[in-house]
């Protein structure tokens, strides 16, 4: 069975810097794109950013460039995206999603997601 658990959130001042972490189990991680996805309050699914396997690509949407880095650890089947320069507009429910490896925007599996709130 596929588990994404995801952690790291919590209440940060805009300009603050949080780190995600998503525990991947159920599936060989290392041989799967991986992507985070968001939901802000009373709005859709946004994709933010993914990472291929192993030398793979890394993609970020617009709104998150150069303040956000996604990483993963292979060894420790573990995801990460770095929050740097946060702004309010930030604030969402973040998920982990594993792929199907067709692309960042097709994905099977999401974590339970972790809330990130950022406000003075």
């Known amino acids: 069975e596929v588990q994404l658990v995801e952690s790291g959130g919590g209440l940060v001042q805009p300009g603050g810097s949080l780190r995600l972490s998503c525990v991947a189990s159920?599936?060989?991680?290392?041989?799967?794109?991986m992507t985070w996805v968001r939901q802000a309050p009373g709005k859709g699914l946004e994709w933010v950013s993914g990472?291929?396997?192993?030398?793979?690509?890394?993609l970020y949407a617009d709104s998150v460039k150069g303040r956000f880095t996604i990483s993963r650890d292979d060894a420790k089947n573990t995801l990460y995206l770095q929050l740097n320069s946060l702004k309010t507009e930030d604030t969402a429910m973040y998920y982990c999603?594993?792929?199907?490896?067709?692309?960042?925007?097709?994905?099977?599996?999401w974590g339970q997601g972790i809330r990130v709130t950022v406000s003075s």
């Open positions: 999603a594993k792929t199907l490896n067709v692309g960042f925007y097709v994905m099977d599996a």
């Open positions: 159920g599936f060989n991680f290392d041989s799967y794109a």
């Open positions: 990472i291929g396997g192993v030398g793979g690509s890394i």
